[in-house]
């Protein structure tokens, strides 16, 4: 004990002598400023470095990067999804994963170059491929340098100092590496197809890259006249001037019209009108023809099928050709006259229709989209230019027979959104259709026989008893046969049977993607422009046939290592190839390079390859791809393609999708309406803390809201949040766990009740954690700070902690309970809250040999927390909170008729029966406390099963000066004659001076 000093110095106040709380932990979080300077001590300390030799060895857990595109600043989209991801990764490593997380960036394609292009201007056309290469170059590094700034930034962690980039030379080499796989195998064929064609950009487009917008096109009627004998078609036409009508919305591809087609199926009627002519149209549809030529008074002569149709001939409405009838049954009656012009160059059906009848498929259409080799009316002319041009030359030779316009769903470019067309040219195509030279699994003993069982309906006696040649197993989606030799799989139902076998969350996913790989056309792969990959093979100069030689295909991928896809442009043919190569096929030695670049999709889809196949520190399957819901069509639809093409199989095992940020009333974000949330200010101005903690809060799969309000609304929850945390640290500034820590068994009832609750918190946050459900997580976070901290442990918890003797053993329980607390909190948010909960950690008290940041650490075992089954705890303490509601209910009533003022001004009698009273009675002690009153007694009721009654009085005896609870032995200690016995004993073990009734200190 300290000695007392004989001055007659005014004792301190008694005020002083509670354990206040007491915390450098400071209250103002100040994320805009103090995010940034945690963010260069962890590059400083290299923290992503001490996380990987942390958890090397550990079980491997690999989320693969879909790399964004390196153009601009990055948006809410980004940051949702980079967030996401950060979650799953930073959530798996403190789960014990060896969670590696290499960033990537998608560097080639259009939209750079056309941005290049508007900087470079005319200047562009002198350039050599090279510079602007680099320029492109130059350009996407400058986004990549942005962008990972950004996504650091908002607390994103990994390999950041050495990302993926799709234009690294060793990328471009993986490119050309797999290119050639699909080459040598024979997937890829180079052929003349329509494809879409926008005009602007000068360049093919993938489905994925069209999308519908409304346009207003010419809807006009043309009529054809017939060159064949028409009594041919129908005796009742003999002799007679006869034509067809057809319908088009697009004029400027009549010069290219070959042919006029009819459904066989189909009625067809021949018209006479009052001139004489005769008009033949669908029966369905001549209704409609009629008004809209002008027909309304012609007569109908004959009927018959289109099969009379096909063969017929007639002459183009402008040019000197004959255009044959051809039978098609995609002719249907919803629009049009039934007899459709068919231009073999600009539609996919009117292509194989003119493949089928051997007609030209010249395109006369260049690739800015104007009419080449034909007449001087629209020569020259970009085809929705040359259609009024078109449309009048059809009025001069009386070809015209009805016009109007037609606003409609028209296919646009997705870069540039203008309206694009269909055009033949020479494209590379990989082959859907490919056979991938496997057959399928055979079927076992057990499965035969389930097989026989299936398809033998025992009712039906009519077949001969015999098991089917295959079935597919619908679960596994894997094809058994008894005959493997019979059964080759192609390319696309590889892919089908891949999408099987893996996870896609949420479900809905599977089919989409399923879909999409079961209907789509063979993929086209080539662009007709600089800034990429280009499909590096040489062509005869003579046969033009491809050169597909293995030894020249790996010299050129060990090139692109050495020098990058440049290397392509800067090398002439004669020194990228051995001399004395020639044509397999004609024998020629000259060739020339192609020059068409591959599509972007083709390069990100095979990230799997190029990173993952890699890497030491990765592997293919990835266990988990996630990206926006768009991506079934992008890059989860071209890695699945180049993966099963190459390997076989799918690149990843789970496929997790996110919906859309849109604004509080479901609108997509825009400038006009101005309700844009860029990540970037609300890190600058709230904290990339609070654009964290705001993904934590939704549930990504669906679209997700937010707005400035919302953000605030965020930023309270982190205040309150906050605010819990420094609350627990407060109390824990004299607490050493090594050596103040008590045991489980021995902790006050109270404590234990809380740490069962902690334990079912951990439960449940690790289980949302391990099914990326992280808004679950952030509920229940939100949750147990609100109800079980705020507005009951911590509540309660005060007169213990603060009028207790420091070493009291009922105070060193609570702070043994509040320490467990804030351990296992600060571990559950890390993932979420980085910077918080690193924060945090620093100033937790210290534990011999634990990790310097929390990011380092694992989360909280339970074995920890608890030390094994408390649900008789939880049971018993459930029926508790019980009884408490009915003491506040009767204590508040006690404070509306001015009884009591504070709870502490009460006492509470309870009168409780079987089976509460002998639980109440167990729980006596901690009662008090629980209730946050002076004093309580028990009354047994007799009678079983009563209900239970409480009854507030004012509190007995006096009101202690130290703790301000009522008790009967306030100056039963005469050396501190103003308090309570527990509080002169507190006194006391603190060497607090006694005092007289004369010297009182201040309360
Ligand atoms: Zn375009
Ligand atoms: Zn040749
Ligand atoms: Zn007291």
Redesign the pocket.
């Known amino acids: 004990m300290p000695e007392t000093t004989d001055t007659m110095a005014e004792p301190k106040p008694l005020k002083s002598t509670l354990n206040l709380p007491e915390t450098s932990f400071a209250m103002k979080a100040n994320l805009p400023v103090n995010e940034p300077l945690r963010l260069a001590v962890w590059q400083k300390q290299d923290l992503y470095a001490q996380i990987r030799a942390a958890r090397a060895g550990s079980p491997k857990y690999i989320l693969h990067d879909g790399p964004p595109y390196a153009n601009g600043a990055i948006h809410l989209g980004h940051a949702l999804n980079k967030c996401i991801k950060d979650f799953v990764v930073k959530t798996k490593t403190m789960a014990g994963f060896d969670a590696p997380y290499v960033p990537g960036w998608d560097c080639h394609g259009l939209p750079i170059e056309i941005k290049v292009d508007e900087q470079l201007g005319r200047k562009k056309l002198e350039m050599d491929p090279l510079a602007v290469r680099k320029a492109c170059r130059d350009y996407a590094q400058k986004y990549v340098d942005l962008q990972r700034s950004q996504f650091e930034r908002i607390g994103v962690f990994g390999r950041w100092n050495d990302p993926y980039l799709t234009m690294s030379y060793a990328y471009e080499a993986s490119i050309i590496e797999t290119f050639y796989d699909f080459f040598e195998k024979g997937f890829v064929y180079k052929g003349l197809k329509p494809v879409y064609w926008c005009i602007h950009d000068r360049t093919a487009l993938a489905e994925a890259e069209v999308e519908y917008e409304m346009h207003t096109s010419p809807s006009i009627y043309v009529r054809y006249k017939l060159t064949s004998n028409p009594a041919q078609i129908d005796a009742a036409l003999g002799n007679q001037p006869v034509w067809t009508i057809i319908w088009t919305t697009t004029p400027w591809t009549l010069p290219a019209s070959l042919a006029v087609a009819f459904n066989p199926e189909l009625d067809y009627v021949a018209l006479r009108n009052a001139d004489g002519n005769v008009y033949i149209v669908a029966e369905a549809l001549a209704a409609q023809t009629r008004e809209a030529s002008n027909l309304t008074e012609a007569t109908e002569i004959a009927r018959f099928k289109g099969t009379r149709m096909d063969r017929v001939t007639f002459q183009h409405p402008f040019l000197d050709r004959s255009i044959l009838g051809v039978n098609a049954d995609y002719v249907t009656t919803e629009q049009g006259t039934g007899a459709v012009h068919t231009a073999p160059a600009h539609g996919a059906d009117d292509f194989y229709t003119g493949a089928k009848y051997g007609l030209s498929q010249l395109c006369n259409v260049d690739a800015a989209g104007r009419l080449r080799n034909g007449l001087p009316e629209y020569e020259d002319l970009q085809v929705f230019k040359a259609n009024p041009k078109i449309i009048d030359l059809l009025v001069a030779r009386e070809a015209l027979m009805g016009r109007s316009e037609i606003h409609h769903s028209y296919p646009h470019c997705w870069r540039c959104h203008n309206p694009v067309i269909f055009r033949a040219t020479e494209q590379w195509f990989i082959g859907m259709e490919t056979s991938m030279n496997t057959s399928p699994t055979p079927m076992t003993e057990t499965e035969i026989a389930a097989a026989e069982e299936l398809f033998n309906d025992p009712l039906d006696k009519s077949e001969p008893d015999e098991a089917p040649d295959a079935i597919l197993n619908l679960k596994t989606g894997v094809l058994l046969t008894s005959d493997p030799e019979r059964y080759q799989t192609t390319f696309r139902q590889r892919a089908l049977r891949e999408i099987n076998n893996v996870v896609w969350d949420p479900s809905w996913g599977r089919e989409r993607i399923y879909n999409m790989i079961e209907t789509r056309p063979d993929w086209c792969i080539s662009r007709q422009r600089i800034w990429g990959v280009p499909i590096a093979v040489f062509l005869c100069e003579k046969c033009h046939q491809p050169l597909n030689d293995r030894a020249i295909n790996k010299s050129i991928v060990k090139l692109f290592h050495r020098q990058g896809a440049d290397a392509w442009y800067k090398h002439d043919v004669s020194s990228l190839l051995p001399t004395g190569t020639a044509c397999p096929y004609c024998g020629n030695a000259e060739f020339r390079k192609e020059m068409d670049i591959l599509d972007v999709w083709f390069e990100s889809g095979a990230s799997w390859h190029a990173v993952l196949d890699v890497e030491p520190d990765l592997h293919t399957p990835a266990d988990l791809y996630t990206e926006g819901g768009d991506q079934h069509r992008g890059w989860f639809h071209s890695s699945l393609l180049t993966s099963v093409g190459v390997r076989g199989t799918a690149p990843y095992k789970m496929v997790a999708t996110s919906g859309w940020t849109l604004d509080e009333q479901g609108r997509a974000f825009s400038k006009s309406l101005g309700n844009g949330v860029d990540p970037v200010d609300i890190a600058k101005r709230l904290g990339g803390e609070i654009v964290r903690l705001w993904v934590a809060s939704v549930d990504f799969r669906e679209d997700v809201a937010a707005s400035e309000n919302l953000m605030q609304r965020v930023s309270d929850n982190y205040r309150k949040l906050r605010n819990t945390l420094r609350f627990l640290l407060s109390n824990l500034s004299d607490f050493s766990p090594s050596t103040d820590a008590v045991p489980f068994a021995i902790l006050e009832p109270l404590d234990q009740y809380i740490l069962a609750r902690l334990a079912q918190l951990t439960t449940r946050i690790r289980s949302a954690y391990e099914d990326f459900e992280f808004h679950r997580a952030y509920h229940a976070l939100n949750e147990f700070t609100n109800t079980d901290l705020s507005a009951l442990y911590l509540d309660v918890l005060k007169d213990r902690l603060y009028?207790f003797a420091p070493n009291h053993p009922a105070r060193r329980s609570a702070q043994t309970a509040v320490w467990r607390i804030a351990e296992a909190l600060t571990r559950l948010i890390a993932p979420i809250l980085s910077f918080t909960a690193d924060e945090v950690w620093e100033h937790l008290p210290k534990v011999e040999g634990r990790e310097t940041s929390v990011h380092v650490a694992l989360f909280p075992e339970i074995a920890t927390i608890i030390p094994g089954n408390t649900n008789t705890l939880l049971d018993n303490w459930q029926k508790l909170l019980e009884v408490r509601n009915e003491v506040l209910l009767s204590l508040e009533a006690a404070r509306q008729s001015k009884l009591i003022g504070k709870g502490l001004d009460a006492k509470v009698v309870i009168e409780a029966s079987e089976p509460v009273y002998p639980l109440l009675e167990r729980y006596e002690p901690s009662l008090k406390e629980l209730f946050n009153v002076s004093q309580v007694t028990l009354a047994h009721i007799e009678h079983r099963e009563q209900k239970t009654v409480v009854t507030t009085l004012a509190a007995e005896g006096a009101k202690?000066?130290?703790?301000?609870?009522y008790?009967t032995d306030?100056g039963d200690d005469p050396r501190y004659p103003t308090?309570?016995?527990?509080?002169?004993e507190?006194l006391n073990a603190i060497g607090y001076p006694p005092y007289t009734a004369s010297s009182e200190p201040q309360a």
């Not at 202690?960 to 609870?965: P, V």
């Not at 308090?979 to 002169?984: E, Q």
């Open positions: 009028t202690c000066a130290r703790c301000w609870n008790t306030v308090v309570c016995l527990r509080c002169a507190a």
